[in-house]
């Protein structure tokens, strides 16, 4: 596929042809598919790095909540990715601790 095509399905199409205004969990969808993608190719630091930007987005996004249901609601999406980034450093440390 050129540049600017995508799969049809594929979320970052659905955010290429929606209105510009900037919709978070849609976004961070997308970041979560470039991991898995980074992770089908074997870049770990980048899928990584990706989960990071992923969490931040995530924790933005819970930040403005107005109650406390709505709060909670948010974090559980910042509680998985920092559980993915747990098992995802700990892979990595046994990686590095076999000979």
Known sequence: MGAGQHR???????VATRPALFDVVECVG????AVDY?????DMPLAAR????ALAAWECEASMATS??????RMLD???VRAKLV??????EERKAQP
């Open 8 to 14: 049809p399905g594929h979320r970052g199409a659905l």
């Open 30 to 33: 997308v970041i979560e598919d």
């Open 38 to 42: 980074a992770r089908i190719d074997g």
């Open 50 to 53: 990706y989960w990071r930007i």
């Open 68 to 73: 406390g249901g709505e709060g909670r609601s």
């Open 78 to 80: 910042v509680e998985r």
């Open 87 to 92: 098992r995802e450093r700990g892979a990595a």
